[in-house]
């Protein structure tokens, strides 16, 4: 064990920060949209499954390389597949999540100013429908305004990246998680007690199976490997600071729990919503968060309060997300190039922040990077690219390329071997190595190729 390395102080400090990182705006925000799109309860349930049988193998997996080499992605592919091109397989993950950062940050700066925005009683005036729809239309149409919380939030990251695995991130993943569980919760009461929140409840947990399609199993494999943070090399990352005694397995299974629970409850605090809001046309995805919503906490009582948390709780989920998302490039300058922490999270934060600048600009502020092409009926803009090519394709391609190199190139037998350290000897390490071996690159290669001759199915 290199006993120079930063690790976890304790067991729960992994559980919560690697909850942390998976836990963000894709639970918040995706998750209900896609829900919505894709039949409810219907989703849900083919989510669960992914989730479990896909999910949770990649994850420990990813978990397990990390841990038993203690190295960042191109660290660990060099150690166990030397002078192969599997290391390009961990510099494409350290670039996709630096990718996911910079456009992750633009939104999450958005959070930073709506939380200023419902706490100073903006939502309270009963404003119109235009009226709030100019409030986030104005903003991100002005260059400097959203380059502005781009900034800051990539600032706030950066800050607490800087401070290291134990005093930084493993420090506020303590504070701020608690507290986005908390907020989570008041949100979820407050949603379903709301008059008329039946209606929506019931779209939400009643299974539409009408409108299953391939497209479904797409989406929710999508979602499920954004949402977990895998394949980027954010799992192994995390994994490499955690201590041979920690039982892999129970960890991993507490961060799916955690991350699929804040999803369903996103789900039901977001529902009642989209069905309550009288004779709007159910909106999803940006204008939910930052118009509809804000809508309805302009109409009910203590609106400035429930507004203020909900954009606080988004915030924290974000923030916990980006700077698992900053220390995969940062850890990998500091292992591989020997640069100080310091100087390798300053530099990285300041790339991730001019790359996002593109993102930041594409939301209507300037016009062609607004409406890059169309796919389907839906205008894409860079931010909306960056998103399926990073968030979507290269995430999946890297969960893929994990759960190929565990099973078939290091091995079944040493997964179970690192599996074996900080647990006992059992049927669920045969079943998980038997699961990332066959089954997950079979679905995984399934679905990469339905999706290839069917690239419609999924919009
Ligand atoms: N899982 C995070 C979310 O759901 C996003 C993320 C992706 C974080 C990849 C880290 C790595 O918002």
């Not at 925005?117 to 409030?135: D, Q, R, V, W, Y």
């Not at 993943?173 to 569980?181: D, G, N, R, V």
């Not at 600048?357 to 839906?378: K, N, Q, Y």
């Amino acid at each position: 064990m290199d006993k120079t390395r930063d690790n976890w102080g304790s067991k729960i400090a992994f559980i919560l920060a690697a909850s942390g990182s998976a836990i963000g705006l894709g639970n918040i925000w995706r998750f209900p949209t896609a829900a919505y799109r894709n039949g409810g309860a219907a989703f849900v349930w083919i989510y669960i499954l992914i989730v479990i049988f896909i999910g949770f193998i990649v994850m420990v997996g990813e978990i397990s390389m990390g841990r038993n080499v203690q190295r960042n992605p191109v660290g660990v592919y060099k150690k166990l597949a030397p002078r192969s091109l599997w290391t390009l397989v961990g510099y494409f993950g350290i670039l996709t999540a630096w990718g996911v950062l910079s456009y992750y940050s633009v939104v999450a700066g958005w959070t930073i100013r709506y939380i200023f925005t419902s706490a100073s009683g903006t939502f309270m005036k009963h404003l119109s429908e235009a009226e709030i729809t100019n409030i986030f239309v104005s903003m991100v149409a002005s260059p400097s305004q959203s380059i502005f919380w781009h900034f800051i939030f990539m600032l706030t990251t950066v800050g607490m990246v800087i401070g290291g695995v134990k005093k930084g991130i493993e420090r506020w993943s303590k504070i701020l998680m608690p507290m986005l569980f908390l907020i989570m919760f008041l949100l979820v009461l407050r949603a379903v007690t709301l008059e008329g929140a039946g209606a929506g409840l019931m779209k939400y947990l009643k299974a539409d199976w009408s409108k299953v399609t391939g497209g479904t199993f797409i989406a929710a494999l999508g979602q499920a490997i954004f949402s977990l943070s895998l394949g980027v090399g954010t799992m192994m990352t995390y994994g490499s600071y955690m201590r041979r005694e920690e039982n892999i397995v129970r960890s991993a299974g507490f961060v799916c729990f955690f991350d699929t629970m804040v999803a369903f409850m996103a789900g039901l605090a977001i529902f009642p919503v989209i069905f309550i809001m009288p004779g709007i046309e159910p909106e999803v995805g940006a204008k939910l968060i930052f118009i509809v919503l804000p809508r309805l906490f302009s109409e009910i009582p203590m609106g400035t309060i429930f507004g203020a948390a909900f954009f606080v709780l988004l915030f924290l989920a974000a923030v916990t997300s980006s700077i698992s998302l900053l220390e995969v490039p940062v850890a990998y300058f500091v292992d591989e190039r020997g640069w100080s922490r310091k100087k390798a999270t300053l530099i990285c934060g300041t790339i991730a922040f001019f790359a996002g600048i593109l993102s930041a600009l594409s939301v209507g502020a300037v016009g062609w990077l607004s409406h890059i092409t169309d796919i389907g009926t839906r205008a894409m803009g860079f931010l909306d690219l960056a998103d399926l090519f990073i968030g979507q394709y290269s995430m999946t391609f890297g969960a893929m390329m994990i759960a190929l190199f565990v099973g078939w190139r290091w091995g079944t037998a040493a997964l179970v071997q690192e599996l074996s350290h900080g647990s006992n000897p059992g049927m669920a390490k045969k079943l998980i190595a038997f699961l990332i071996k066959y089954f997950c690159p079979l679905i995984l290669i399934g679905l990469i190729l339905y999706f290839i001759l069917n690239p419609n199915a999924f919009a």
